[in-house]
C-alpha cells in the first residue's frame, strides 16, 4: 500500500479542497442575494445536484482516507469499501427518486443523468465488488478503487462546475429581466 500513499494523499487533499470551494461559491452566491424569487426556488430543486456533489467529493476524500490507514488487512479493507459501496448505492437510489419526481420545476438534461445518476451509480457499484473481491484479487482491486476515487472526483468536479455556471446564469438573467423592468413588483423577483 506504501506505493500508492501520494495518489490518495493528492486525490483526498483535492477532493477536501474542492468541498470547501464548492460550499463557499453556493454561500457567496445566497449571502449576496444573487439567489432571489424564482432562482432561490430553483436553488431549492437543485440541492438534487448540490448536495451530492459534497457528498461524491467527500466519498472520495473518505476513501482515500481509508487507503492510507496504516496497519490496513485485507478483510477490514474489503468490508468498508464493501460497505462505502453499499452505501453510496443507497444514497444514489435516493437521489434517483427525487430526480424522478421532478417536483423542483427542472427537468434534467442528458448530461445531468449522466453525472449525476449513471457514473455515481457505476463507481459506487464498481467500489461494493471490489470489496467482494479485494480477498481473492487484491492488486486489480486496488486499481479499482484507485479509478473509482478518481470517477467519483471527476463527477464533482463536473458537477461542481455546472453548479457554478447555473448560479452564474440565473444572476445574469435576473438582472437583465431588472434592466428591463420585468423584476415584477417591486420587492419581489421573478
Given at each position: 500500500m506504501t506505493d500508492w500513499q501520494s495518489l490518495y494523499v493528492?486525490?483526498?487533499?483535492?477532493?477536501?479542497?474542492?468541498?470547501?470551494?464548492?460550499?463557499?461559491?453556493?454561500?457567496?452566491?445566497?449571502?449576496?442575494?444573487?439567489?432571489?424569487?424564482s432562482a432561490l426556488a430553483r436553488l431549492t430543486g437543485l440541492r438534487v445536484f448540490i448536495t451530492p456533489t459534497a457528498v461524491h467529493f467527500c466519498a472520495a476524500l473518505w476513501l482515500s482516507a481509508l487507503m492510507c490507514i496504516p496497519g490496513q488487512t485485507a478483510l477490514t479493507l474489503a468490508v468498508l469499501l464493501a460497505a462505502t459501496g453499499a452505501a453510496g448505492l443507497i444514497y444514489c437510489a435516493a437521489l434517483l427518486r427525487r430526480m424522478l419526481a421532478s417536483s423542483f420545476g427542472y427537468n434534467p438534461f442528458l448530461s445531468d443523468?449522466?453525472?449525476?445518476?449513471?457514473?455515481?451509480?457505476?463507481?459506487?457499484?464498481?467500489?461494493?465488488?471490489?470489496?467482494?473481491?479485494?480477498?481473492?484479487?487484491?492488486?486489480?482491486?486496488?486499481?479499482?478503487?484507485?479509478?473509482?476515487?478518481?470517477?467519483?472526483?471527476?463527477?464533482?468536479?463536473?458537477?461542481?462546475?455546472?453548479?457554478?455556471?447555473?448560479?452564474?446564469?440565473?444572476?445574469?438573467?435576473?438582472?437583465?429581466?431588472?434592466?428591463?423592468?420585468?423584476?415584477?413588483?417591486?420587492?419581489?423577483?421573478?
Open positions: 493528492m486525490l483526498g487533499s483535492s477532493s477536501a479542497a474542492l468541498t470547501g470551494l464548492t460550499f463557499v461559491v453556493i454561500t457567496i452566491s445566497a449571502e449576496r442575494g444573487d439567489l432571489t424569487g443523468w449522466i453525472w449525476n445518476a449513471v457514473l455515481p451509480v457505476t463507481g459506487y457499484l464498481a467500489l461494493a465488488a471490489t470489496g467482494l473481491a479485494l480477498p481473492y484479487e487484491p492488486a486489480t482491486c486496488l486499481y479499482a478503487v484507485s479509478g473509482v476515487v478518481l470517477l467519483l472526483l471527476f463527477i464533482g468536479i463536473h458537477n461542481a462546475w455546472d453548479v457554478v455556471v447555473w448560479i452564474t446564469t440565473e444572476r445574469h438573467a435576473h438582472r437583465e429581466r431588472q434592466r428591463r423592468g420585468d423584476g415584477g413588483p417591486k420587492g419581489v423577483s421573478q
